[in-house]
């Protein structure tokens, strides 16, 4: 296995562009937020690790951050004035030229796919300048449900296809239970005025998030093929996502910031 297919997405995918517009549509507002509120310097300097498709690390730069964007397959990034590129992988450590110190340290979406993520967080605890910030943004274990759908099959066919999803993940060592476990680690770590946030709200279908469970789905088809699911399952899921007599719940979303003393 290589190193990209460790992860259950990839930034190379047919489908991976729609994927993190989606997913950037539903999280940057909150993430953005999020930082806006922290006691940054005038001029920072932030690490981004898997920054996708660059929201966050231009972001940052447009407010005067010196950027360091890390990511094992950077293709989807473009140039933009103060945002460095580096291509690694987290898991081997940071690179020389993105070693920091660093006032910010952000990463979304990233570690609930890394087997060995207390440790990664760990390392870029000493990676941060006295007084920056570490903040991470995942996607949380809850129940899965429907708030209303064409039939009642329909609802028990997208909790399926769901759960499905979410073993694959767990197959490729992600974990869905970090995101509430992290802030305990952040404190262990002697991180200061740790806090966490949670946002969910309702998806319907044919909406911008419904479409993120959509894409999820497409990314990983043949894989979900291989794990038994029928293409007429696989198609009605899609076909709900898009029907407006469909919702339910988003992702959960939780973020976890804290300060080196």
Do not use: Q
């Given at each position: 296995?290589?190193?990209?297919?460790s992860y259950t997405f990839s930034n190379s995918s047919q489908q991976s562009e729609h994927q993190l517009d989606s997913i950037q549509r539903f999280?940057?507002?909150l993430t953005t937020a999020r930082l806006a509120a922290l006691d940054l310097p005038d001029s920072p300097r932030c690490l981004e690790l898997g920054p996708g498709a660059g929201s966050i690390a231009?972001?940052?730069a447009d407010r005067g951050g010196s950027v360091t964007a890390v990511d094992l397959d950077p293709g989807l990034l473009r140039e933009h004035p103060g945002v460095t590129v580096v291509r690694a992988d987290v898991r081997d450590g940071l690179p020389a030229e993105a070693a920091g110190p660093f006032d910010l340290i952000h990463a979304r979406l990233l570690l609930v796919h890394l087997p060995t993520r207390r440790e990664i967080v760990a390392r870029l605890v000493?990676?941060?300048a006295p007084g920056g910030y570490l903040v991470i943004g995942e996607f949380a274990e809850q129940p899965l449900r429907v708030y209303t759908a064409p039939d009642a099959t329909d609802g028990e066919l997208f909790v399926k296809v769901?759960?499905?999803l979410l073993a694959l993940l767990a197959a490729h060592g992600g974990d869905m239970g970090w995101a509430h476990e992290a802030h305990g680690v952040f404190t262990g770590l002697g991180l200061t005025g740790v806090h966490s946030t949670e946002h969910a709200e309702s998806w319907t279908g044919g909406s911008t998030g419904a479409r993120l469970y959509k894409v999820n789905i497409e990314q990983?088809?043949?894989a979900l093929l291989g794990a038994g699911f029928t293409v007429a399952e696989l198609e009605r899921f899609v076909t709900l996502t898009g029907d407006p007599a469909f919702s339910a719940p988003s992702y959960r979303f939780t973020m976890i910031a804290g300060r080196k003393a």
């Open positions: 296995m290589s190193r990209t297919d999280l940057d507002p231009y972001w940052l000493e990676h941060l769901l759960d499905g990983k088809w043949d």
